[in-house]
């Protein structure tokens, strides 16, 4: 079942889509059917946590099967004009075309247009220049016949002149259902290898292929209610009608998806760094050491610097968790306009933020199993490079955290009043005052930069004196956001020892960015001298109650045991431990060769 890891990259990009097609099997078996997956954000989300640490390219196909695909379509307002039934059933496999080689975060300048034939009723789908192929789509013949939503311009002839319509979406079939032979018209090559998810990326590009007039999707407004809904779109006849919006309104229509998306990009990351820790921790107790200039050995766990990094790694992952928690039940319950703005903001900062995080978590694990870290059997490394992935699909990480840092610097962040003074160390509710304090010292500290000085050169504007300190804001108040999950978690506990330990990795969690951040916080009176000098003395504290009982909260993750077998880092044999198929001849695993 887990000997992909090693197998040759075509192997295990046909492997992924198998275990595609085994998966889709279980949803139509099981009550919750491909259609509802691609509807329930809870549901799709945690596809990606349990899928991420088994078969990274395997999260990545799904993905963009269920959510860009099978989510923007059946979401579409039309969508009973199309037949779902072969995607529901895998007989095509979807795709999402929309990023071009010219065009990545600069996607809404793209150039593929559809042009309308108004007589034969009719689109013509083009690529105009190389430089407008689509970029990194899985759209190669691996895995099956697929088929894919590509955006274009809609092109209308209008008073004998050609009228820009705005970016939308047109489903296109992309091979043969028989033959699995790419379709007339179109090109696909494959992008040289990334060190990424094993996934055939690839680039498209269109010849005049002609489409039927019901290609194109109908705009659905997101998740506008029904009564909302207004008629807009393209009669057969050619007469455009938009009550929907500008044409950047329009755009982020076709793209709705991709704040889910987000949700499911952090989600992988959440699993995966939950996998990481369990075999990291659970590794630094059965892997032995020399203890210092003692005699004999001891485990890794038992020296400071190993269990300390591992221990705010820990809390990270913890933070992480609950924080995506918290971002996927806001989206649900979103309703309104407004309440959509916001749940989409907090996707950018909870996708950016857990993503980024994810990345160092599962380089301090990796790091902390030595040479055992580096390979593919033992998952961590594979997962930490298809991580990457998800750092940059689905929103830049970059980009969307400085568009909603800014946003937020513009009047979306809540300024809560501060009481004046320094804080206690002591009690949860202050520490977590002061990651508030730090996020407020961050909008403050960005407002300050949008006000115009006079005599003052601003080279690229308003905006780029801005942006640093907007993304500090984005980020410290995920910290803040973070953190409030894991205090809630605690005060909900019902188990004493687990409210205690929550407690403490509340504390830890804090305390380190606290640390952190110490001058900004002592420069606004927050904390004093000596609070800052005691700071790293109050984190040894917390490591010291912490560390002895980290294996309850390890396990508290419920990462497969199945999965873990499967590492042979986690055999307490040392000496199986160099040979990856002893670890698959275990109980349970006979017969499990892939
Ligand atoms: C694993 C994976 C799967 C993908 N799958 C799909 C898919 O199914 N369909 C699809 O259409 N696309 C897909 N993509 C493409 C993805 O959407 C783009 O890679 C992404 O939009 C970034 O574009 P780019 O790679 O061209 O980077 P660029 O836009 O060239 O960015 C390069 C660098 O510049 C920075 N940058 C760019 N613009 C700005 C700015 N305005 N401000 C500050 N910094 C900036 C970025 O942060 C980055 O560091 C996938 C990508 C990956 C990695």
């Known amino acids: 079942m887990f000997h992909h890891r090693e197998l040759p990259l075509e192997e295990r990009m046909e492997l992924s889509y198998e275990r595609l097609r085994h998966l889709n099997k279980h949803l139509l078996d099981g009550p919750h059917s491909p259609a509802a997956i691609a509807q329930d954000p809870s549901l799709l989300t945690a596809l990606h946590e349990w899928a991420g640490p088994v078969d990274p390219g395997l999260s990545t196909?799904?993905?963009?099967?269920?959510?860009?695909?099978?989510?923007?379509?059946?979401?579409?307002?039309?969508?009973?004009?199309?037949?779902?039934?072969?995607?529901?059933?895998?007989?095509?496999?979807?795709v999402f075309l929309c990023t071009e080689l010219l065009h990545g975060n600069s996607v809404k300048e793209l150039e593929t247009r559809a042009t309308y034939d108004r007589a034969a009723r009719e689109y013509v789908l083009h690529t105009p220049r190389p430089g407008a192929r689509k970029f990194m789509p899985n759209t190669s013949e691996v895995g099956g016949p697929k088929a894919a939503l590509v955006a274009a311009r809609l092109i209308i002839e209008r008073d004998g002149r050609a009228q820009d319509e705005g970016v939308h979406l047109f489903l296109v079939p992309l091979h043969d259902p028989v033959s699995g032979e790419t379709l007339e018209g179109i090109t696909i090559e494959r992008l040289p290898q990334t060190g990424s998810a094993a996934v055939d990326h690839c680039l498209t590009s269109f010849d005049n292929v002609r489409l039927p007039y019901e290609a194109m999707l109908q705009p659905s407004g997101g998740q506008r209610t029904a009564d909302e809904i207004t008629p807009h779109g393209l009669t057969p006849d050619g007469v455009y009608t938009n009550t929907f919006g500008g044409a950047l309104k329009r755009?982020?229509?076709?793209?709705?998806?991709?704040?889910?998306?987000?949700?499911?990009?952090?989600?992988?990351?959440?699993?995966?760094?939950?996998?990481?820790?369990?075999?990291?921790?659970?590794?630094?107790?059965?892997?032995?050491?020399?203890?210092?200039?003692?005699?004999?050995?001891?485990?890794?766990?038992?020296?400071?610097?190993?269990n300390a990094s591992l221990l705010g790694a820990l809390a990270t992952g913890i933070g992480a968790t609950l924080l995506h928690r918290h971002a996927v039940q806001t989206w649900e319950q979103a309703a309104t306009e407004e309440e959509r703005d916001?749940?989409?903001?907090?996707?950018?900062?909870?996708?950016?933020?857990?993503?980024?995080?994810?990345?160092?978590?599962?380089?301090?694990?990796?790091e902390r199993c030595g040479a055992q870290g580096l390979f593919l059997a033992n998952g961590i490394v594979a997962q930490l490079q298809a991580g990457e992935g998800a750092i940059t699909a689905e929103g830049d990480n970059a980009v969307i955290s400085d568009i909603a840092g800014m946003e937020l610097v513009m009047g979306h962040f809540e300024r809560k009043e501060l009481r004046p003074g320094p804080r206690d160390l002591e009690t949860p509710e202050s520490v977590q005052d002061l990651l508030g304090a730090l996020a407020r010292i961050w909008c403050d500290r960005a407002s300050e930069r949008l006000r115009p000085r006079h005599n003052t050169p601003r080279p690229g504007g308003l905006l780029n004196r801005t942006m640093l300190p907007a993304r500090k804001l984005a980020t410290t108040y995920a910290d803040y956001l973070a953190a409030e999950g894991i205090l809630t978690a605690a005060q909900q506990a019902t188990d004493p020892e687990a409210r205690r330990l929550l407690y403490l990795v509340h504390r830890l969690f804090a305390l380190h960015r606290i640390d952190a951040q110490s001058g900004a916080l002592q420069a606004k009176g927050y904390l004093e001298e000596d609070q800052v000098d005691m700071l790293h003395n109050l984190i040894e504290d917390v490591l010291d109650e912490l560390a002895p009982h980290v294996l309850l909260l390890v396990n508290a993750q419920s990462v497969s045991e199945t999965l873990l077998l499967s590492h042979p880092i986690m055999n307490t044999d040392p000496e199986r431990r160099a040979q990856p198929a002893l670890a698959l001849t275990g109980p349970g695993f006979e017969g499990q060769a892939r």
């Open 342 to 366: 916001i749940a989409e903001r907090l996707a950018a900062i909870t996708k950016s933020w857990i993503t980024w995080r994810g990345r160092e978590v599962m380089l301090e694990c990796r």
């Open 251 to 306: 755009f982020l229509d076709a793209l709705a998806r991709v704040t889910p998306g987000k949700l499911c990009m952090e989600a992988y990351h959440v699993g995966t760094m939950r996998h990481a820790l369990t075999v990291a921790i659970r590794y630094a107790h059965i892997r032995h050491t020399f203890n210092g200039v003692r005699p004999g050995s001891v485990p890794l766990w038992h020296h400071r610097s190993h």
């Open 61 to 94: 196909i799904l993905s963009i099967h269920y959510n860009l695909f099978l989510g923007t379509l059946t979401n579409a307002e039309d969508v009973h004009r199309h037949d779902l039934d072969p995607y529901l059933n895998l007989d095509r496999i979807g």
